[in-house]
């Protein structure tokens, strides 16, 4: 690590000691003094650095320095690094620390208090604002210096020439800053005798060139006494123009003949035309008017997380235990729906808009969370298309497998499935970039950001105590400084509604339906699954809380996304005419993220009621606070409340202790915390600490496969056991009072309608559904003996009247293929089969006393005599009844859809270390001192073949290393140093110094050779 990065901030004021004693040129001089483990920390950060290896650490720093590149690390940023970057690009290039953190802070002077209103004065280091930022910004410039964004020693910090060109203000791309062009921009187009006009009205010598007279008033504007003096002598309404202006936007629109005071300001260069009709206030002079602050409200420290409600950590359990099981009884029902064949798929893929209906009205639920349930089963993989020519949607094998399973393993591979995906049900209902209608399990439904927000949406809930839920709109706020838009807090419109928010509220909506959280809260299983550590106690603030103590600053924090109390097209004079100034509209900063974050998201699965949700949650509120107001104010704690209330668990709560996965807070992901982002002697609670952490990453394969077998651990004893039994009523209804076993559920599943569900299931017996559990095989004694097994009351006498009288007409009538046939012994139900006029359709014929042939199949036949009111049995050809079960259609074997990354997969430790050394062999073999030629000096080696065999082999012999030219294959062309071991054949053996590993290389692929000067590898 460079010695940027290593230094150790004190308390008060802390800041980096000098990188080192000679600075570097160039960013890849800056990169070239890094240790090993500091270039794998940036590619780590910055993984889109290593697609391809780069070949040298110049080829790394051109990359690094690439737009795109520095547009992916900027929106990767902190709010305080960004604030840090936009900072920077408002400074001179090169810009000493002293006057970063005074942009940061203020000057330790006030501004004139005609012009700066009290509350935006800067105060002295007394402030405990002032106190933040200072201890702070060490860590921000730690972020930028080591994601290559920043280089440089203290006295000459630089800007990436890139970020500076993103993050400078303009006409175009104003910044968040407010700020406006300096002087020297803004009359760089003016003629010299207007800008020796402003000098004299200024009060300033005149000067023989435009020059002279520009850098005159450029000091004007930034010596603090000459400018209060100058202010001093503004009329009123002068400076209430400029305090219009102060915090941005800087530009305004004056008339061809302004106001007095408008003149007065003109004339003094205090504000300076860029366009007809068009001034600014210069750079300098809004600075002087701040208080030499670039920000208005700077933001060291993330928002503190508010807890909304608190409960009781077995309560929360319960809740999200019991919507777990109904989590699983929703998907189950959903894929036994479909488990004869589901619905078509679309030509263009996904469900039709009628069939989503269908589904919501199968499921109880909403349109939307019909959506949300349906994608979630094709994340796991338990659904799919079949793939045949009328492609329709089925389950997969791996259903049955997933059936197997004990049930707390059924819910873990789900929610890991839901905690991994990248499709995002929030969006179905929707419209894409063409306007096409987003469908469930259709294309355009995958966004790459989604498992990245669940996955800190729920660390975040796990800095909480247990049993905490927070406020969304804290939590929303927080993320929003983890990761803020850059032009957002100029737009508190797009901050609410950026993709980012939108993932973050499904989030917190589905992890309740999943019951992942319990009202609100995150629960010990769903702690468990994320691999985080024990929540802390209620009365404790740790450093992962995010900024929960109370701290110095916190009140002169705003919500993330809002612009404070900026004045944003409003008028600069309170007149109209000649006497108005209007702010010209401000554009905003477009960056690679901005299309996602402004296309609509269609409808969440949070905006309709439905009774899968929590019983005490009523419409399925987004809050934790709507769900308490739903509930009432005791329900966390009465019996009967929550979703699981109704639903026996075998234990009330269980702690488990799980492993640390890593630290929680706003630094981005990549960034190692090191001594200046953790210094001595800080204290462990406040924002010093919240802004001093990493949040943690999401874990690899292996390890969320033991998350998840962990949650399964811990939510099996929260989980009703299954019952054996029903209590059956005389009104032909059976009563399961919880979950039943499989085989008893199945069995009534066939022998029952399910009448309604909740947390007791009405089962209905119908004569249709006893004569579906006789056509499956079963007889009258065997639905007797399995009712009586499995009733703690005894079997009431209509039920089992209804059971003889199905079975005495079951199987009377038998149905065969003539095309069909009915027969009978009794001749007397044939005739009054043939005197219904409705069985016309039939087109019957009696072939014997006893038999009617049709021209219908035996299906229709079975179907119509069903209809007459008959109960006819289906027999074979050998003259038995057939007996008929359902068709259990299913897909070939098929693999749940891949997670869509977001850009350049993390590289893991393994290739970190081969990249570097490559990168590092490379950079030896392109900055090692050769011998030249006068007539070669400074480029690729041209020599003959003889010229080459010759050094070869006399390198061999010494056993000196040389550069070659080399010409591959595909007639890519490179330079590499390498000691030779053998020639022979037209080859050479060697060493190659540029790839760290002996390679053999055809002679006549390499274009020349030189020797290397004197102690050079």
């Known amino acids: 690590m460079s010695t940027e990065q290593t230094q150790e901030p004190a308390a008060t004021p802390a800041r980096p000691a000098p990188e080192a004693a000679a600075p570097p040129r160039s960013l890849a001089e800056a990169l070239r003094a890094r240790d090993d483990e500091s270039l794998a920390a940036l590619l780590r950060a910055r993984p889109d650095l290593l697609s391809p290896v780069p070949g040298d650490l110049t080829q790394l720093a051109t990359r690094a320095g690439t737009r795109a590149s520095v547009v992916r690390a900027l929106e990767r940023l902190d709010r305080f690094a960004l604030q840090t970057a936009e900072a920077l690009a408002v400074a001179s290039d090169p810009a000493p620390y002293e006057r970063l953190l005074s942009l940061l802070t203020g000057d330790r002077t006030e501004a004139a208090p005609e012009a700066t209103p009290a509350h935006d004065r800067t105060v002295g280091t007394a402030d405990p ?15 930028l210096r080591e994601q290559a964004l920043v280089w440089g020693p203290d006295d000459r910090l630089r800007l990436v020439r890139t970020a500076r060109e993103l993050l400078t203000p303009s006409p175009q791309h104003p910044s968040p800053t407010g700020l406006g062009p300096t002087v020297a921009e803004t009359t760089a187009g003016m003629s010299p005798g207007r800008i020796q006009e402003i000098v004299a009205a200024a009060g300033l010598p005149t000067t023989h060139d435009a020059v002279s007279a520009v850098a005159a008033l450029t000091e004007l504007f930034t010596d603090r006494s000459r400018m209060s003096a100058l202010l001093d002598d503004a009329p009123a309404e002068s400076v209430a123009v400029l305090s219009r202006l102060v915090w941005g936007p800087p530009y305004g629109q004056v008339t061809a003949d302004p106001a007095p005071h408008l003149r007065w300001l003109l004339d003094r260069g205090l504000l300076l035309p860029t366009a007809p009709g068009t001034v600014v206030l210069p750079r300098e002079a809004t600075l002087h008017l701040r208080g030499g602050r670039a920000h208005r409200q700077p933001e060291p420290v993330p928002p503190a997380l508010e807890p909304a409600t608190e409960h009781r950590p077995q309560v929360v ?10 989590a699983l009884a929703t998907v189950d029902e959903l894929l036994k729906d479909w488990d004869e064949g589901g619905p078509a798929v679309l030509r263009a893929g996904g469900l039709s808009v009628r069939d989503l209906k269908r589904t919501a009205v199968a499921l109880d639920v909403s349109e939307p969370l019909a959506a949300f349930w349906v994608e979630l089963a094709y994340a796991a993989g338990l659904l799919a298309s079949d793939g045949e020519a009328d492609e329709r949607y089925a389950a997969t094998p791996a259903y049955d497998e997933w059936l197997e399973l004990p049930v707390a393993e059924r819910w873990a591979r789900l929610a890991s499935a839901w905690l991994t995906a990248t499709r995002t049900a929030g969006l179905v209902g929707g419209r894409d970039a063409k306007d096409r209608t987003l469908s469930a399990l259709g294309p355009g439904l995958d966004r790459s950001a989604a498992p990245e927000v669940r996955h800190r949406v729920l660390t975040l809930l796990a800095t909480l105590p247990e049993g905490s839920a927070p406020t969304a709109e804290s939590l929303l706020a927080r993320l929003r400084w983890e990761r803020p838009l850059r032009a957002g ?9 950026d993709l980012r928010t939108r993932l973050a509220r499904w989030t917190l909506t589905e992890a309740e339906l999943l019951g992942v959280t319990g009202r609100g809260a995150l629960s010990s299983h769903g702690r468990a699954l994320l691999g985080a550590a024990p929540a802390p106690a209620a009365t404790e603030t740790g450093p992962g809380m995010g900024g929960g103590a109370e701290s110095p600053a916190r009140g002169r924090h705003a919500p993330a996304g809002t612009s404070g109390d900026r004045v944003a097209g409003a008028t600069v004079a309170g007149t109209t005419g000649r006497d108005a100034v209007t702010p010209v509209a401000e554009d905003r900063v477009t960056t690679a993220g901005d299309a996602e974050a402004d296309e609509s998201g269609g409808r969440t699965p949070s905006d309709a009621g439905t ?30 409340a929550g979703a699981g209330a109704k639903l026996p668990a075998r234990k009330a709560h269980i702690a488990d202790e799980t492993p640390t996965v890593g630290d929680t807070g706003p630094v981005g992901p990549g960034v190692r915390r090191g001594p200046a982002e953790a210094p001595a002697g800080a204290p462990a609670t406040g924002p010093a600490a919240a802004a001093t952490v990493a949040p943690a990453t999401p874990p690899t394969p292996a390890e969320a496969a033991v998350n998840a077998a962990r949650a399964a651990r811990l939510l099996a004893p929260l989980l009703p056991e299954p019952l054996d039994h029903v209590l059956l009523q005389a009104d032909l209804t059976a009563v399961a009072p919880g979950p039943l076993q499989r085989p008893l559920a199945d069995m009534l599943d066939v022998l029952a309608d399910v009448e309604s569900k909740g947390g007791a299931t009405v089962y209905r017996f119908t004569p249709g559904s006893v ?11 065997d639905l007797h003996a399995f009712l009586a097994a499995h009733s703690r009351t005894p079997v009431p006498q209509p039920l089992a009247y209804l059971i ?3 079975a005495r007409k079951h199987g009377h009538l038998r149905i065969g293929a003539a095309s069909a046939y009915v027969r009978c012994d009794d001749d007397a139900v044939l005739n009054e089969i043939l005197a219904d006029k409705r069985s016309a359709a039939l087109r019957l014929r009696r072939l014997a006393p006893t038999v009617l042939a049709a021209q219908a199949d035996p299906a229709a036949l079975l179907d119509g005599l069903r209809g007459m009111g008959f109960a006819p049995a289906a027999e074979g050809p050998e003259g038995d009844v057939l007996i008929t079960r359902a068709h259990a259609h299913r897909t070939p074997p098929r693999t749940a859809p891949e997670p869509v990354p977001e850009g350049p997969p993390v590289p893991d430790t393994t290739l970190l270390g081969a990249a570097v050394r490559a990168i590092r062999a490379g950079d030896r073999a392109s900055t090692a001192p050769r011998r030249t030629s006068p007539e070669h000096t400074g480029e690729l080696p041209r020599t003959t073949p003889a010229e080459t065999l010759a050094t070869m ?20 062309a490179s330079q590499r140093v390498i000691a030779p071991v053998r020639v022979e054949g037209g080859f050479v053996t060697a060493y190659d110094h540029t790839a760290d590993e002996v390679r053999t290389y055809p002679l006549h692929r390499i274009t020349g050779v030189a020797e290397l000067a004197e102690g050079q590898i």
Not at 771 to 781: E, N, Q
Not at 954 to 967: D, F, P, R, S
Request: proline share 6%; charged share 20%; net charge negative.
């Open 804 to 806: 003889d009288d199905v």
């Open 771 to 781: 004569r579906r559990a006789l056509d499956a095989g079963r007889s009258a004694s």
């Open 611 to 640: 009774r899968r949700a929590a019983p005490s949650a009523g419409t399925g509120p987004d809050t934790a606070a709507e769900r308490e107001t739903a509930a009432g104010p005791d329900a966390g704690d009465r019996p009967g």
């Open 953 to 972: 082999q006399a390198a061999v012999l010494t056993g000196q290393a040389v550069w070659i030219g080399y010409v591959n294959a595909e007639g890519a």
């Open 129 to 143: 604002a002032v106190a933040t930022i200072e201890h702070a910004l060490p860590r921000a410039l730690a972020t």
């Open 489 to 497: 807090a100029a737009q508190p419109s797009t901050a609410q509604d």
């Open 317 to 326: 359990d319960a809740t999200a235990a019991g919507q777990a099981y109904t």
